[in-house]
């Protein structure tokens, strides 16, 4: 049998474990909050894993697919704002119309217009007054967005459609900005793609951060609706109190643990039906190709194969398995941050994730998501019981020893940094590392 094989069971008991440990010491709730992060976080890894242990591709571009899926839970569960889509509404139709009557005229352009000045003049002119026009019908259709009630909405606002359905439509923007992107980046060098995703993403942020007339801005987004029931209506039900008396629990604490088991549920078939459809891939010879293709970029060309096709199809797939799951993370924080998107939690973690769990290896990027981010949330806990044990020796007004404990707070950082050095040191290839190409083929 595979070592990892062999191991996955053990390495999930103890994750298990962990966050049973989690459950009697600090509170269920937590415990439950934490596995609901993990499943999400595992859904991100295994986006990043496709694109990297599958293909090779430097991708650091991931906190803007994240985004994309987070603005998608917004713009389709939010209600539209009627008086919004009064006021601007029209402007903005008739921008975004201009913007694309421009680009399409633009490449008519290009192609139709013989080589020469009038070619570069031609596209010139046409993109410089497409940008005045649309400018002229979208500058004050924002203003007028903007000032209505700012401090309540200011937005156009949603579809009003179910907020489960933003988990499928994330997963398609973001796949739909990755097909764009890819056809420009993927014929980089891995460094050059990795300062082009890097870019691209933080553009994406940007645009989320400042254009409120679409998403707020910095005013954030809240009261997002749920694919489950909200607490204070299940505490007003009857089958809610009489199960709350029958295990003696607090009513609060169960309507709490009851919404987490839902969120627990939905996240563990996703993330399930994921992981079989990247197995299924995987074996197939798509995998056993984008797998030849990642080795020896120059001998699966030599033999005939589109790489940069293979490329593109795998960076879509992973981009838009990591929309999904930025969808799946602002509906369960029930708002839309902008400001939270930055890359140490959304682009760093995640590689952290992948190369911790054993990059090539499904199952082994999703044990990473659940470990990295265990240890990202209970990392200042433990840090904060750690130093209040080793200065339990000093005076309680002890300056040194108050400022020990205020630094539990950055325990995260040397936290994950500790782990993915000793990865690195004792497991280069992850706790559940790729198979071998013996193994693989089955020799």
């Known amino acids: 049998m595979n070592i990892s094989k062999q191991q996955a069971p053990l390495m999930f008991g103890l994750m298990a474990l962990a966050l049973l440990l989690v459950g009697v010491l600090q509170s ?91 070619k ?120 809610a109190q009489e199960w709350a008396a029958r295990f003696g629990a607090d009513l609060q604490d169960f309507t709490s643990i009851y919404v987490k088991l839902c969120y627990a549920g939905l996240s563990l078939v996703i993330l399930l039906a994921l992981f079989w459809l990247a197995q299924t891939a995987i074996k197939s010879p798509w995998g056993r190709m984008m797998y030849a293709i990642r080795d020896n970029e120059t001998a699966a060309e030599a033999m005939g194969k589109h790489v940069k096709g293979r490329h593109l199809q795998v960076f879509i797939i992973g981009s838009a398995v990591v929309g999904l799951a930025g969808a799946m993370m602002t509906t369960m924080d029930g708002q839309f941050t902008p400001t939270t998107y930055n890359p140490l939690r959304f682009t760093f973690l995640i590689w952290v994730m992948v190369i911790v769990g054993g990059s ?31 200065t339990s020796g000093m005076a309680q007004e002890s300056s040194l020893r108050a400022h020990l404990l205020d630094s539990a707070a950055h325990m995260r950082l040397i936290t994950m940094g500790l782990i993915l050095l000793l990865t690195l040191r004792f497991r280069p290839r992850g706790l559940l590392p790729e198979r071998s190409e013996r193994t693989r083929s089955g020799h």
Request: aromatic fraction near 12%; include cysteine.
């Open 28 to 118: 269920w709730s937590l415990a439950l909050t934490i596995l609901n992060y993990c499943l999400i976080a595992g859904i991100m890894a295994l986006g990043l894993n496709i694109q990297w242990g599958y293909a090779g591709l430097f991708n650091v571009g991931l906190m803007g697919f994240a985004a994309l899926g987070g603005i998608a839970a917004v713009l389709v569960s939010m209600e539209p704002v009627p008086e919004a889509w009064a006021a601007g509404g029209a402007g903005i139709g008739a921008g975004l119309i201009t913007s694309i009557a421009t680009v399409v005229l633009a490449i008519m352009a290009y192609r139709r217009l013989p080589k020469g000045a009038l």
């Open 120 to 239: 570069g003049w031609g596209m010139t002119g046409i993109i410089v007054l497409g940008y005045f026009l649309a400018r002229y019908f979208f500058d004050p259709a924002v203003a007028r967005i903007e000032s209505v009630n700012p401090a309540q909405s200011g937005f156009l606002g949603g579809l009003g459609l179910p907020i489960a359905w933003s988990w499928l439509v994330g997963g398609l923007l973001a796949a739909a900005v990755a097909a764009v992107i890819g056809k420009v980046t993927l014929g980089l060098r891995s460094d050059y793609l990795a300062i082009a995703t890097l870019g691209i993403s933080e553009i994406i942020i940007a645009v989320l951060k400042n254009e409120d007339w679409l998403t707020r801005g910095v005013k954030n987004v809240n009261g997002l609706p749920r694919p489950v029931p909200f607490e204070y209506d299940l505490q007003q039900t009857v089958w």
């Open 360 to 390: 090539g290896n499904n199952l082994g990027s999703i044990l990473g998501g659940f470990v990295i981010w265990f240890f990202w949330v209970e990392a200042e806990p433990m840090g904060y019981a750690l130093l209040n044990f080793l």
